[in-house]
């Protein structure tokens, strides 16, 4: 298993959640992933996309700096705008708005959103496949 999903299931028994019925189950469902996908992460057998684990830990409140560079506290303790800029700014993303063909910084689309809004809004772009170069 890699250090990245160790440092995932590190965050999710701080959290008393590792363990749990259902857990693979809402993972999937947040995420933005099928069960299979996340049961074959869970086991050692696939390795998660850093979008992947972006949305896993902003959906359980999970640092993603943590899990992914292995710095900072395990658990999210700065404002929502920051971890969603953090996001942003390590998956390097840019969107496109559809009128005009004007390049817009995902910030610009995300500045107001409730917390639930910007990781919904993160959840739409990997599904989308919009977190990846074209």
């Given amino acids: 298993m890699s250090a ?72 999210i303790d700065s404002p929502v705008e920051e971890t969603v800029d953090t996001v942003v700014d390590d998956l390097g993303l840019t969107i496109y708005r559809t009128h005009g063909g004007v390049k817009a910084d995902i910030w610009a689309i995300v500045e107001g959103l409730s917390q639930e809004g910007a990781i919904r809004l993160l959840q739409l772009i990997v599904s989308h496949g919009l977190d990846r170069e074209t």
Avoid: M
């Fill in 4 to 75: 990245k999903v160790d440092r995932l299931i590190e965050g999710f028994k701080a959290l008393g959640k590792w363990g749990t019925r259902g857990l693979q189950s809402d993972v999937a469902k947040k995420a933005s992933h099928s069960e299979s996908y996340v049961s074959q992460i869970f086991a050692g057998k696939r390795t998660p996309s850093d979008s992947f684990l972006h949305l896993a830990c902003l959906s359980f409140g999970i640092n993603p700096k943590y899990v992914i560079d292995g710095e900072g506290s395990v658990l």
